[in-house]
Each structure stands twice: as C-alpha cells, then as structure tokens.
C-alpha cells in the first residue's frame, strides 16, 4: 500500500490514483496546498500497483541525447496567443488535423489550474501559454489511454514529472502517442495561487488570466488579469485607462514570489522541486519546450519579440513528427551546451528558499504582502547581519 512519509518522494503527478484497480486512492490537498495520494486502507487489496507506476521510485525508459532547436511559428498570431515561439501550437494543430487529441493545462471555471483535453482547433486557446501553478490530474491518463486504444493520436503536455507517471500509466508504448514537457521551474502551491487571487482581485468577474502577456514584448512579460467588463474595481474613472498598469502592479507580487532573484523567491514550490528526479537531458518526453534565452547571443537572426522557443527534440519519434512541421516553423539547429547555459534549470533544481516553512507557517494566518514585507526584511537583516533565518511572530 502506498504510503507517503516524506513528502519530496511525491511529485503529485497522480499516476498511483489512476491505475489503482479498486479506486481506493484519492489526491488530498494538504496544509501547503498541494495534492497528495490518500489511501482507503479498508477497500485497498494490496496490489502494490501503485508504487510500481511511481515515476519518483521506478524511472520510465528515458531517451538518448537530444537535438536542440531554436524555433518559432511563421504565424504572428500564433506566437502573441503562446507563452514563447509557439511550438505547442505547431504539435496540437499537427494532431487535432490526424483526429488526434490534445491534452494539457487549462483554467476552470474558479481559476484552479487543472488538465483538460481538447478535440477542435477553435479550443486551443484554453491549453496556450503557462499556468506557473501545479495543474491537478484529474482523470486525464484514463481519458488519454481510452483515445489511445481507439487508435486517434494523442498529445499529452505537462512537466516532466507528469510525463513520467503518464508513461508508467500506461506501461506500453503507443505509436499515435507525442509527449511534450517543459523547462520546467518547480511547480508553485495551488493555495498559494487561490489566496493570491483573493486578496489581490478580490471582485468576480475576471475573463482572463495571462502569466505571460506579451503586450511589451515576450522577454518582458508580466501577469495581468482583465475583467469581463474592462474595468477595475475601486480604480477612479480617470484612471481606467492606466488599466493594464494598474493590474500588472497588482499581479507582481506573485511573480515576484515565484520567480524574481530578491531573497523572496522559491518560497512555495513542492517540496519534490527542490530535488527533481526528472531534469537533465535524458527525458521520457518526445519534446521538451521552453524559452530560448539568451537568444541573441545564441541565434540573433531568430530573435522576434514575439517569441522564440527552445526545442529538445528527444526521441526518433519526436524527429519524424518535428520534420513534418518544419515548413509551418522558421528553425535552425544550435549547440545544447549554449542552450543549457541559458536553462540552467534545465538540468538542476531550484534551490530551496530558507524562509519556506515560515512562509507556510504564516501565510493562511495574514495576507501575502505583509508576509512578504516582513520575509524581505528578515533577508534583508541576514545580510546585513549574518542572520540565520527565521522569522518571528507580530
């Protein structure tokens, strides 16, 4: 029976739940905010399949070195709607054209981050640009075997640790089945995002959610948020038309938390990021996706303020498929070593934040600002001081 006593041995890519003959294995969410597996130990028949398809204690078969690409859409509308140069867009049109299948990370109706599958090109929308928030599952490896067995293709997207416990699932390997990951950070806690968005846009209303809006460029996107009826709520009429100002102030501070190197970043990842079994060249995917930073030193002819993706092509699958797209791409190979040199998290973990089990011990009891606020300066003190970290209650 599974049995999850250290909480970094879990990534929560819920493969357990899936092939769990006797549905007695259910995600939990937990005083951090992520899912974990709960056992109903009276219906549970001792198969021990779910620690077989554990991609963190059994590896799925992983591919050789891979060729790396710089890479974006010919489609100038393609590449504004993607999060980079549009190279998801490119392998979902390539399936949904066969009859295919597309699965990946999507909003629900309550802005919870959850996977989702789409049949029509007019849906693709909802699986476009990243969610830096750990998608729930759901029942998304079932549905992706049974559109397998009825021989339609398959594009599942996710991060590598999702990948991983998708090919375990399935413990087989399907011809119509592409598998795409990502450059993955470290997924951020899905109560964090939920209090995020009630304390700093409290009101309903919201039509979008963008973690990646490019309307300066795509190397210096923010989040915005945009309401149904354009305007913000408590914003005076004479500034509505500093609107898209106003919301990415309001949304920094969740970047900020996520992703900027101020002492205050990687607070609230899984504790499984900080030790990711699945970085590095070898991947189970068929291609892995990211930002080609560092592109102008890398390939500054590909440079488009649009977007530029960086692509790891992994697997012989992966480079007859990227060969029937190169038409709809503009493309050239570059070395992996400089693209490495700008990803490094391509390979390693994000190193954990001293201050993590402050912030969760403190961020259901204040809002988030006022942590933060006090976080910064308890760094700020340990620098000055040679502090060891800590942080006191007010």
Known sequence: MLE???????????????????????????????LYPSVDAARCIQCGLCEKVCPVTHAPILSDTPAVYAAKHKSDAIKLKSSS??????LAQFVLQEGGVVFGAAFEQSW?????YVERAEDLDKLRRSKYVQSDIGQSFKQAQEFLDQNRWV???????????????????????????????????????RKFLQERFPHPGISAIDFRDKSIAWDASYLSVVYQNRKIPSLPKCLLPLRKVFLARRAFLFRKIFK???????????????????????????????????????????????????????TLKGRKIFEKLQSQLSWQ????????????LFSR?????PYRSAFFAHYRKEPLTRLMRRIGWQKVKQRLWRE???????
């Not at 090919?167 to 950070?185: F, M, P, S, W």
């Open 4 to 34: 999850i006593k250290v909480k970094s041995n879990c990534c929560g890519c819920a493969a357990c739940v899936s092939v769990c003959p006797k549905n007695c294995i259910a995600m939990r969410e937990d005083e951090e905010g992520f």
């Open 85 to 90: 140069g549009g190279m998801f867009s490119a």
């Open 112 to 116: 919870n981050v959850c996977h989702q």
């Open 155 to 193: 594009l599942f997207t996710g991060t590598p640790c999702q990948i991983a416990g998708l090919k375990n699932y399935l413990n087989r390997d399907y011809e119509h089945l592409l598998t795409a990951d990502i450059i993955c950070h470290g997924v951020p806690s899905p109560g964090v995002w």
């Open 260 to 314: 900027l190197p101020y002492g205050v970043s990687n607070l609230y990842e899984r504790p499984s990021c900080y030790q990711c079994r699945f970085k590095g060249q070898h991947r189970s995917s068929d291609f892995t996706l990211g930002d080609l930073w560092g592109v102008l030193q890398i390939a500054p002819n590909m440079y488009d303020k649009k977007g530029v993706s960086v692509l790891f092509v992994n």
């Open 333 to 344: 190979p570059v070395a992996a070593e400089q693209a490495l040199a700008y990803n490094p």
């Open 349 to 353: 973990s994000v190193e954990k934040n």
């Open 388 to 394: 060891k970290p800590g942080l006191q209650e007010k």
